[in-house]
């Protein structure tokens, strides 16, 4: 374990951490002394421990903020992927139905080829107007 001097609000205090984590913790201890310092210019100075209450109350609050728009933004995530299911579940019944009509024309087309190949002069109706307006649709 390591110990790691920082400064806040002009007092230095040592701190143990994990082996490899003491940048990270002096640059969490600027941040911390930023804000107390700002505190303390605003209040003056009111004594460590309510500067620091001050500070930490501060942050949770931020904190608290940026989970409800993290969970706002979750939400509206979810609500897109919802959308967007939906959305691909009409496509896909869309391309099931015009299969299905170019299917049905297919039919008639090779049955009026068949007549016609037969001789025959009046073939199949090879598309009724309710079909083809279908499948425009």
Known sequence: MSKVSVILNGREFTIGCEDGQEAYLKELAQTLDRRVSTIASQVGQIGDLRLLLM????LVDEQKDAERRVEALESHVDQLRRERNGSA????????????????????????????EEGSDAGPDVSSSADLAEARA
Not at 55 to 58: R, S
Not at 95 to 110: C, P, Q, S, T, Y
Request: proline share 0%; charged share 30%; net charge neutral.
């Open 55 to 58: 500070a930490a109350l501060m």
């Open 89 to 116: 579940s009409v496509q896909a019944a869309d391309r099931d139905r015009l299969a299905r009509h170019v299917l049905r024309i297919a039919e008639r087309l090779d049955a009026f080829a068949d007549s016609l």
